[in-house]
């Protein structure tokens, strides 16, 4: 019987940090957004996602953009730019472990486009559509696009993004 209740507690407890790591709402200020670098849980998740493009990704992340949540789903986008050029790095990090991020490479005018969600792997998502239309882009490389190791999650029958296009003309 005690067994029981320490499980339970275990399980309350970790359901807890749980929470606590994924408090997306902590990180929509422009004053804290840059302590999402310090986040284990996300920073590991990206790590993963981008591999050995994430030095690059992270380096862009010199000087932040205000962050914003997305109305439409539990998510926070985030960007940053490069102190010494014109290189960029945007995020949408969700509670569920979505996650969708570009680079863009200022002096090749290419953007590479990452995500888990097969769903929208193989067109940009609409804040990283934002993101993409104020820069001078000539190329994009959808690198997930079709690699099944890397898409986790399809957020329902809609494709190429769909179901998130859907969400805003909902919410409009």
């Known amino acids: 019987m005690k067994n029981k209740y320490y499980f339970s507690f275990l399980l309350i407890l970790s359901t807890f940090a749980h929470a606590q790591e994924l408090d997306l709402a902590h990180y929509s200020d422009i004053s804290s957004i840059s302590q999402i670098a310090l986040n284990q849980k996300i920073q590991t998740k990206l790590q993963a996602l981008l591999k050995y493009d994430y030095p690059e990704f992270q380096s862009n992340f010199e000087n932040y953009s205000a962050p914003y949540l997305l109305r439409t789903d539990e998510a926070l986008y985030y960007e940053g730019r490069s102190a010494s050029s014109l290189d960029a790095s945007s995020a949408i990090v969700f509670k569920d472990g979505r996650l969708f991020a570009a680079i863009y490479f200022a002096k090749a005018k290419k953007l590479k486009y990452i995500s888990n969600d097969a769903s929208c792997s193989e067109q940009l998502h609409p804040a990283i559509q ?42 409009n």
């Not at 993409?132 to 190791?149: C, D, H, L, W």
């Open 130 to 171: 934002i993101f993409a239309q104020q820069r001078a882009i000539k190329n994009i490389e959808y690198v997930t696009a079709g690699t099944e190791k890397a898409l986790k999650y399809n957020s329902g029958l809609f494709s190429k993004c769909e179901a998130y296009i859907e969400k805003l003309k909902k919410r």
